[in-house]
């Protein structure tokens, strides 16, 4: 009954999937969730680290369709700037959420959090989400 599931990245998406199957979580935080890839990652071929299957698999997904079978809130955040996982796929991910999901826009961060007081804000509003709905 308090478990929660924080997910960065292609771990935003993979977390959207386990919530959307059933994963006993009461809460998640995606962190610029990758859950736009299909509309804006279509020229990226896999690398070393995943194989074809992993993107065949992402492919066949409607990711705002699982993530309307989600029934506990959520927190979203995303950096303004990020050019790897754009904005505009955690404001539609937020549409298809529960009630009582939020979405927090950091300023002047991309992707990867690599400015101090932003990255600390991530985990500040990461801890805080959790504390509160766990």
């Known amino acids: 009954s308090r478990i929660g599931i924080v997910g960065s990245s292609l771990g935003g998406m993979v977390t959207v999937l386990a919530m959307s199957e059933g994963m006993p979580a009461k809460t998640a935080v995606l962190v610029s969730p990758a859950t736009d890839y299909k509309e804006n990652h279509r020229k990226l071929k896999a690398d070393n680290a995943m194989s074809n299957d992993f993107y065949i698999d992402i492919w066949k997904r409607d990711f705002f369709g699982l993530a309307r079978s989600i029934r506990r809130p959520c927190l979203i955040i ?14 539609k ?11 927090e826009i950091i300023g002047g961060e991309g992707h990867f959090y690599r400015k101090r007081e932003n990255f600390d804000r991530m985990i500040s509003l990461t801890v805080s989400w959790l504390l509160e709905n766990l």
């Open 93 to 103: 991910l937020l549409q298809s959420l529960p009630r009582g999901s939020k979405l």
């Open 78 to 91: 995303h950096g303004n700037l990020d050019d790897v996982c754009f904005l505009s796929g955690s404001e």
